[in-house]
């Protein structure tokens, strides 16, 4: 987050979308693959265990805070995942992720 922020603040968007890409890369190659199957719940348990409700939280906070990184430059993007995963985390109040203050993420 903080060397995104840095190219931001140098207007260095190239190197953005750069780590950008391979930050996604990383977590889909690493941490999703990795908990596929704690994920999908192959039980089909009604009730989801701990492990696999930490491991999607862990998801969706992550993916909550892309969406913060990169609303800047990929608006609807940001909007799309924001909205589809806010319900998921009470603390997330505001109706769309463009009425959050930049700065209150870094």
């Known amino acids: 987050e903080k060397q995104m922020h840095e190219y931001y603040q140098s207007y260095q968007f190239s190197k953005l979308i750069s780590t950008f890409r391979e930050f996604i890369e990383l977590l889909n190659n690493v941490y999703i693959k ?12 009604e009730n989801m265990n701990d492990l696999t409700i930490e491991s ?33 985390f ?11 203050y930049y700065s209150d993420f870094y």
Not at 90 to 100: A, G, N, R, T
């Open 34 to 45: 990795l908990n596929r199957t704690v994920m999908k719940n192959n039980d089909h348990d």
């Open 56 to 88: 999607l939280t862990v998801l969706g906070y992550v993916l909550i805070r892309i969406a913060y990184m990169v609303a800047p430059i990929a608006p609807f993007i940001a909007e799309y995942v924001y909205r589809n995963i806010k319900h998921l």
């Open 90 to 100: 009470s603390s997330l109040e505001v109706p769309s992720i463009h009425l959050c």
